[in-house]
């Protein structure tokens, strides 16, 4: 029987949820995967496989559940459902968590309602509960296969970051722990709409190397936008920001880049959006961003355009254009 101080939940059975239910999954200390539909988590238990993730065998250790009334016994609580169901997430299950339960946030994006960090919304529907993040880079299919990877794990409290990292921390999974909660997840926010930047570049044709000014241009409006919220300009420098944004603004592995992809190809976004399409959270984070900044009189160029045309405002060549024209400034400006 596990220890419930040591035990951990996942709520959230899609590729990310899943992935670390495979890392962190023992056969002597058991992990439980919690998604929404019973058929589903019945299938994944008797197939040992999910949809979402199929080129992976999940591990004996993982344990598939649609039943809340066990999230009790769990110490560590991880929430990898998307940005946009978080805030419900927390609402939902206040009644089935231990009191003592950390709560693990594990997903790229920004509260629509407030505009503010994800974690500051569950923190005001936990009251009580020491709340986390865990963000950087790291696609389910390598971290789910044991490929090794590294990502950030932030608490408001050094102790606790360190606590909380040392306890979801294996040896190919490493987690470095900060207390720099804002600056992590505007990383992992901006990273999203950055990364939709560079599949446009890519898929208009723009070529490599303007995608190397954007990813550097990017990462300066990112670390503008960090610093601006009370963030640490090296939390944008490290593994949740340029890490991130390193990954997903060059590989199709992303959701977001393929999206860009498709978008400068010539796509509609709103084609590319809803009811069964990939999940791409740089959208919403574009236009809730923007909103931000503007009130901050925060210059964001990239994600002002990036807000424009997911949101059908603008098309691609009249943002690029707009872009290429404005005035020449000091990089370090
Ligand atoms: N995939 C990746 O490589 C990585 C993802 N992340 C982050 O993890 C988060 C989740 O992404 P990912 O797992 O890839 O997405 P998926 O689309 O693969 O899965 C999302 C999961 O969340 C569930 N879900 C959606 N809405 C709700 C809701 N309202 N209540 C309960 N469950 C819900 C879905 O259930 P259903 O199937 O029933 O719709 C599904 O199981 C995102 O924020 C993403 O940025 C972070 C790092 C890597
Ligand atoms: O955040 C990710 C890897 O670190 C996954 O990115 P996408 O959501 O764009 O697929």
């Avoid at 059975?13 to 992935?19: D, I, K, L, M, R």
């Avoid at 002597?28 to 919690?34: G, K, Q, R, S």
């Avoid at 241009?217 to 490290?238: I, S």
């Avoid at 010539?266 to 084609?271: D, K, L, T």
Wanted: glycine share 12%; proline share 5%.
């Amino acid at each position: 029987m596990t220890d419930r101080t040591n035990s951990i939940g996942i709520i959230g059975a899609g590729a990310f949820g899943t992935a670390l239910g495979c890392v962190l999954a023992d056969r002597n200390a058991p992990v439980t995967l919690y998604g929404r539909d019973p058929g589903l988590m019945a299938e994944m238990a008797a197939r040992r496989t999910n949809p979402r993730l199929p080129s992976v065998t999940l591990p004996d250790g993982l344990v598939p559940s649609a039943d809340d009334s066990t999230i009790h016994t769990h110490g560590t609580v991880l929430f990898a459902v998307p940005s946009a169901a978080q805030a419900e997430t927390a609402t939902r299950l206040a009644p089935h968590l231990a009191s003592a339960a950390a709560i693990v946030m594990c997903a790229k994006g920004l509260d629509r309602e407030t505009g503010h960090t994800i974690t500051d919304a569950l923190a005001d529907r936990l009251p009580g509960h020491v709340i986390s993040v865990l963000s950087g880079p790291g696609f389910a299919a390598d971290i789910a296969s044991g490929l090794p990877t590294a990502m950030t794990l932030a608490a408001s409290g050094q102790t606790d970051a360190d606590r909380i990292a040392a306890t979801l921390s294996r040896k190919a999974f490493r987690l470095y722990a900060s207390d720099d909660m804002t600056g992590v997840q505007l990383g992992g926010a901006l990273k999203n709409v950055l990364a939709i930047a560079a599949g446009i570049v890519i898929g208009a044709g723009l070529g490599e190397s303007a995608r190397a000014a954007l990813i550097a241009r990017g990462l300066a409006e990112l670390t503008r936008f960090v610093v601006a919220n009370g963030g640490r300009p090296e939390t944008a420098a490290g593994l949740s920001g340029l890490g991130d944004l390193v990954l997903t603004a060059t590989s199709a592995q992303s959701r977001n880049y393929r999206f860009g992809l498709a978008v400068g190809g010539g796509q509609s976004p709103s084609e590319l959006s809803g009811e069964g399409q990939p999940l791409v959270e740089g959208a919403n984070a574009a236009v809730t961003a923007a909103k931000a900044a503007a009130a901050l009189h925060v210059p964001m160029p990239v994600t002002e355009a990036v807000a424009a045309v997911v949101t059908g405002k603008e098309d691609v060549a009249t943002v690029v254009d707009r872009l290429l024209s404005r005035p020449l400034r000091s990089e370090t400006a």
